[in-house]
């Protein structure tokens, strides 16, 4: 068992990727998604290249470049949790860079394949090392419940009568990584918009897509999917971040979320969202460098509908190839 380390109330730690917040969160610490961070910093560019100059290849993939790199600019954020398995070798190795730059490192491991008591361990050691007790971490669970709730209710308000749009459902599930640092704060936020959201008319989108993988890095991928008329009514992983399924207990919520796991429990979570939200097609954005590219062929035979793969490699518009391809995708899917 990890030996805890105490930190002071409002420590910032950050997060690779999605990670059981709930106990970070009852640790009484500030969970600070890095992607977020990185990408929604004007200085995202800059920072890939910044990380190339530290000696970064040109082969890795940018995200990690950009973490690395944002962390630098951030000495504030005195720990991050690392996903050693269930994310990728990447983020692995980014770790132990960081421990080799004297950042505290906090390792977590989704199993693979998903076994619950190999789950609960992760847990218990987590907790150990956060020095916080399952109960607290429960607690925690117990309080996010009602704002995990609203965000299934925006998810149903993007779907069922797109009274939100794909790029507000995209930044508000996203977001539930960390609840930007505050989830009391975040679920006001929510609940605010979620209001005047229902206020607004019913629509239907002409052409109803699914964006499949990782968050796309392209700064204006939701501006020129709405300047082509078309709706991305599902967003695959950020609704994965959300955790939309209620009732189970926080090992059984980590288990249940595709990300980390294998292809076939994702395949099956797309199947659902094609036929329940009667997507006309799929754009699966696919990362330079990334080992889930190898996925496309997978996701292309078995899901039924038209998927178009877009691959992103910094944090630029989109090329003018990658325009011209979603523009003929759009053209072939309306009605
Ligand atoms: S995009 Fe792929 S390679 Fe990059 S951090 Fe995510 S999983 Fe790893």
Redesign the pocket.
């Known amino acids: 068992m990890p030996l805890a380390r105490l930190y002071p109330p409002g420590t910032k730690i950050g997060l690779t ?1 999605t990670i059981p917040v709930e106990t970070v969160l009852a640790a009484g610490l500030a969970p600070v998604d890095l992607n977020n961070l990185f990408i929604t910093s004007p200085e995202a560019l800059a920072r890939v290249s910044a990380a190339e100059s530290a000696g970064f290849p040109r082969t890795v ?1 940018a ?2 470049k950009g973490i690395y790199a944002t962390l630098q600019d951030h000495p504030e954020i005195t720990a991050v949790l690392v996903a050693c398995q269930g ?2 070798s ?2 692995q190795a980014l770790g132990e860079i960081l421990e080799a730059g004297n950042r505290e490192v906090i390792h977590f491991k989704f199993p693979y394949p998903p076994d619950r008591q190999q789950m609960e361990q992760e847990l218990a050691n987590l907790q150990a090392r956060l020095g916080v007790t399952p109960e607290a971490t429960a607690l925690a669970q117990e309080r996010l419940a009602p704002l995990r709730r609203d965000l299934r209710r925006l998810d149903r308000l993007t779907w069922e009568t797109a009274q939100v749009r794909g790029e507000e459902n995209f930044l508000y599930l996203i977001n539930s990584s960390d609840f930007e640092s505050d989830p009391e704060a975040y679920a006001l936020k929510v609940s605010e918009f979620l209001r005047q959201a229902e206020q607004r008319p019913p629509r239907s989108a002409r052409v109803r897509l699914g964006l499949v993988g ?1 968050p796309p890095i392209f700064t204006d991928f939701w501006d020129y999917l709405e300047e082509l008329g078309a709706g991305v009514v599902f967003n695959e992983i950020p609704r994965q971040f959300s955790m939309p399924y209620l009732d189970l207990n926080l090992a059984e919520q980590y288990l249940r979320y595709t990300y980390p796991y294998d292809i076939f429990a994702r395949l099956a979570d797309l199947k659902a969202a094609v036929r329940e939200r009667r997507l006309d097609g799929l754009v699966h954005y696919t ?1 330079s ?4 590219q190898m996925f496309d062929q997978i996701i292309r035979e078995r899901l039924g509908v038209p998927v178009l793969t877009i691959e992103g490699d910094r944090p630029t518009p989109l090329d003018s190839r990658t325009r011209m391809r979603l523009e003929a995708f759009v053209d072939v899917l309306r009605p």
Not at 289 to 292: A, D, E, I, L, V
């Open positions: 990727t993939c995200w990690v994310d990728c990447y983020t990782i990362q460098f990334c080992f889930r």
